[in-house]
């Protein structure tokens, strides 16, 4: 549950996930316009679920859409689907699988658009074939739908909810449904459900006032039998839409109905409880062997959810650890936390705290338990349900000794306490498949063989060659033997370096790891003192020469910045981002003209952004960019998880001045409380002045996210003034101007 939970949780700022991205704002759709990507995730979910049979106990929300797609996709007409399972599928892993993805697609969707909470369970199981037809379809006779539902549980009281709860947002499109809108009939060829761009009731409320624009109320669909909405809304004299016309009875049969509908699943699967966010949860803690044996080096993070209360209270975050044997022979046996970096999501906070420690091989650590402490002096213990927060160290990653070389060749290295000799490497593999959009997960395990011995560690290492698109997506685990209990579980090759560093003899190693260093480096850093999430590029004189090569390359207005580490799962820009076989750094600087940084990576890949989102260094080696770009040979575009940064040369965006209006600073904002709620638009080409305009004769506005602008009497939601860096997204129509963030207002009001 717990990297489902970081992809529900982490919406924005440090360590962000970035999968409300695609449904952010609601009405957005990368696209183009006439598309809601947030609708045709709700929709997914439906037609994934509709297949399914609670009386055989087959079918429901199973992913079986990824196979139903072929052919024109059978019931499932459109691009919506196919659109959907593309933005949601890198998602996938062996701790979450599609079916789970495309259920908390449903969660994100729903609460970007201002819907109720849906509780999202976990543990679905993907299925493995096509399930049968039988999605609801406009041309469907009442009788038909009210068997249709009643397949999946829904008696047709709940089918009326759900189609209004499905119908609030999006609309039909000319080119799936020619008969109920034709084309050049409506703006965008969409006609949609109701007026509002937002998961609310007007879809039911309008239809009840007689003011319904639902193309399947009215309009052509009527005389082509396929005003499908209309005979479910009428099947009981319009009795239960009426009731759907209540905003607080909508939300709240929505909410219900929805978690029901991605709760369907076959027999044998069984659902956990409903994600809810840490209090406090452990991030990627790690144990590297150091010093010859006699040093464990102790690194990671500690995410502690700031919602209740913010970060400015919490005066420290301690580790209070036990030795390898439950004891406390590790003198004060506490390690302290520093600062990093904040997120957020829809409804939750949170602070990271970084932590790096050397402890001595022989007593190590077993568990460790949480500290926080207030600025009130008040102390919070953490220590998970009373077991600790367990650690082993009979089997230990060496990722400063594991690499990815010449693009595909993995190689693993791990440390086992003796007298342990046998360690497995497992390979959890995407693997493509012809016609389907999700890739397979294939499960290969490899046997680690013995290299070395460092005092009480054997060091193993296992080797397999990846497919050129498994470099960058592959989760592997090492296991101690056939014990899964012994473990250092879910890695990932992307962030692997291109060099395996040397463990000498003494346990040392020349070098430091991109993921290695990143850890040390987080807790030696001072982070800002508000705790933005903005990152900022630690140097070292080391890390700064050796990222210095002797042919620096040169792009007019830019300054090249050296090879960096980034991430697959922690982009450190996101912005926007393109990958082309003609990659080369005209083309990416072109692409990405207008933002502050761009990077090529991977030969082929182009990054922009204005500001860092995730951590990044320096590489440990200049060199660690090897890959030459796709599209000129001359070139270097960055390596797996490396990547040739640059940065403008021109003036750096600010606040802009605009006649009537004063800047009154950067504020926070909630996607599920927003602040200004009177206007508000989306526009990809937002400038300071276009904001303002449509804001006229209101006294506040602000902008948001680059591209959205809101407007207002008065704040309608508590805000807080935070530090100017927090607004670090230039604006989409003019890059000299700053535009908010996520979660971040630049607020102006109208001059006295």
Known sequence: MDELEDIMMLNTGYRARGFAVPVTPCGFSANGPGRVTAAEWIRTAFHDMATGNVYLGTGGLDASIAFELTNGGGDNIGPAFPSTLTAQAPFLSSRSSMSDIIAMGMYTAVRSCGGPIIPVKTGRVDATEAGPPGVPLPQNSLYTFQNQFLRTGFDSTQMIQVVACGHTLGGVHAANFPQIVPP?????????????????????????????????????????????????FSSDGNATITQMADPAFFASTCQVLLQKMIDVVPDGVTLTDPITAYDVKPVAPQLTLQGGGTEIQFSGEIRVRTTSRPASQISSVQLLYKDRTGGNNCGTCKISATQKGTAAGFDDSFAFYAFSSKLPAQSSISTFNVIVTLASGATELYDNNGSGFPMQDNIMLQTPQSCVTGGKALTVTAAVRSPASSANLVLSLKVPRDGIITPELQSQTVAMTQKSTVGPYNILTGTYTLDSSQVQTTK??????????????????????????????????TSV??????????????????????????????????????????????????????????????GKSTSSNTMSYKSCSTYCTGYTYWAVEYGSQCYCGNIFSNPTSPAPAATDCNMKCS??????????????????????????????????????????ARVLNGKYNYDAALTIEKCAGLCKGYKIFGAEYASQCYCGNSYANPTTQVAEGDCGYTCGGNSGQLCGAGNRLSVYKASA
């Open 476 to 509: 592997f685990d090492v296991v101690l033997g056939s014990d899964s209990t012994q473990a250092d579980t879910f890695k990932s090759t992307g962030d692997l370096g291109t060099t395996c560093t040397p463990l000498d003899s003494t346990g040392s190693s």
């Open 631 to 672: 599209g000129d040979s001359t070139q270097v575009c960055g390596a797996g998880n490396r990547m040739n940064l640059f940065k403008s040369l021109a003036q750096g965006a600010t606040n802009a001045t605009v006649a009537g209006w004063n800047y009154a600073g950067c504020f926070t904002d909630s996607t599920s």
């Open 513 to 574: 790891s991109s993921s290695s260093s990143s850890s040390a480096a987080s807790s030696s850093s001072t982070p800002s003192s508000t705790g933005t999430t903005m990152s900022t590029v630690r140097t070292s004189s080391t890390a700064t020469t050796s990222s210095t090569s002797a042919s620096t390359p040169t792009v007019s207005g830019y300054s090249y910045q050296g090879c960096y580490t980034d991430s697959t799962s922690a982009r450190v820009l996101t």
């Open 184 to 232: 050049g009939s409506a703006p965008n060829d969409v006609k949609v459900f109701d007026s509002t761009t937002k998961f609310d009731e007007k879809v039911a409320s309008e239809y009840v006032a007689g003011k319904s624009t639902d193309p399947l109320t009215v309009g052509p669909s009527q005389t082509v039998g396929r005003a499908s909405d209309l005979r479910v």
